[in-house]
């Protein structure tokens, strides 16, 4: 196995991780720390296996300056709704009537 | 149930994708001859800057209004501000912040210069504003943001402005983001002055407003 290989794997794995994550766990603050675990696996994947040829390719490393650029927009917007309803509700977690 | 349902699609998950992975084809598409066939014409000796400058401009302009549409809602959801309490911070902290502000000020030009031609450009040199700014906020030397003025919300739009003019103009003169090469260069060094201004007060605004109503925060 190369190592940009490895790296898309690990990144699949934690893609997983993430999503698992961001279905499973209630808590919301823990809720958006899944969600970057996915985004960071994505972005590995993108990275690993665009240089598996042995050079490393421009076009996918800006499409993830661009995307961790996004990512972290998207965590700070994530975090000040959580502040939100935490201010509205004092719960950090989406109330369960829809689920199982 | 759910539990075991997820796991069990989350391994799947992970089973499929690494068989097809090591079962992949190399690519039909050698993106980065493209880019380095290309690279003269861009204005920038680094290919990263130049595919997200240049030849992916439209992409970077995207990600820009999409960060200015984050910070635009945060401002809407209006956290209720409540007094700042805090234990007061250390004055050697302060004095090492007082120190390190101006080196990282200039850290962040000299990336926004170095992007041209290696590792670097307006992402990076933002982060390192937006950092300046928190760290001098955390040493109590810069106070939360409760409503900016609007010279600063002049600040946090004018990156996305400078970028969306620049691609006005170049679509009068044909496509989108399509500089002429002669002045390649330069453009791409007005939007990027204009990104890294703009990335570094939306990035430290994120943290500044959120932290804004500390007090009875949870």
């Known amino acids: 196995m190369t190592g940009e290989l490895l790296f898309a794997s690990v990144g699949v794995i934690l893609f997983a991780l993430g999503v698992a994550g961001v279905l499973l766990i ?16 994505a972005f590995l994947v993108l990275v690993g296996l665009a240089q598996r ?43 369960q009537d829809d689920d199982e | 149930m759910k ?30 001859a493209a880019v380095a066939a290309n690279l003269p014409a861009s204005g920038v ?29 945060i401002l809407a959801t209006g956290i209720d501000t409540a007094a700042d309490v805090r234990p007061s911070v250390n004055p050697v902290l302060q004095a090492l912040a007082k120190l390190a502000a101006p080196l990282m000020i200039m ?33 109590e030397l810069l106070p939360g943001w409760q409503s900016p003025s609007t010279r600063l919300r002049l600040g946090l739009a004018g990156g996305f402005l400078v970028f969306l003019a620049v691609g006005a103009g170049s679509l009068m003169r044909g496509a989108l983001l399509e500089y002429p090469p002669e002045h390649a260069g330069r453009l791409i060094l007005l939007v990027e002055s204009g990104l890294t201004v703009s990335l570094g007060l939306i990035l430290a605004g994120l943290f500044l407003l959120l932290s804004r109503d500390d007090g009875d925060g949870p």
């Open chain 1, 26 to 41: 209630g808590h919301l603050l823990r809720r958006v720390l899944a969600f970057n675990v996915m985004g960071s696996g």
């Open chain 1, 53 to 95: 040829n042995g050079i490393a390719d421009p076009v996918p490393q800006a499409m993830v300056l661009t995307g961790i650029v996004v990512a972290v927009a998207a965590t700070a917007l994530a975090l000040a709704l959580v502040r939100r309803l935490y201010v509205l509700t004092g719960k950090l977690e989406l109330s």
């Open chain 2, 3 to 32: 539990r075991l349902l997820v796991v069990l699609g989350a391994v799947c998950f992970v089973v499929l994708l690494l068989g097809a992975m090591f079962d992949l084809a190399p690519a039909s598409v050698q993106l980065h």
């Open chain 2, 45 to 73: 000796e680094h290919p990263v800057t130049a595919v997200l400058l240049n030849f992916r401009g439209y992409d970077t302009l995207l990600e820009i209004a999409v960060l200015l549409l984050a910070m635009i809602v």
């Open chain 2, 107 to 139: 850290v962040a030009v000299y990336l926004l210069w170095a992007g041209a031609f290696r590792p670097g450009g307006a992402f990076q040199a933002g982060a390192v504003l937006a950092a300046a700014a928190v760290l001098l906020h955390l040493v």
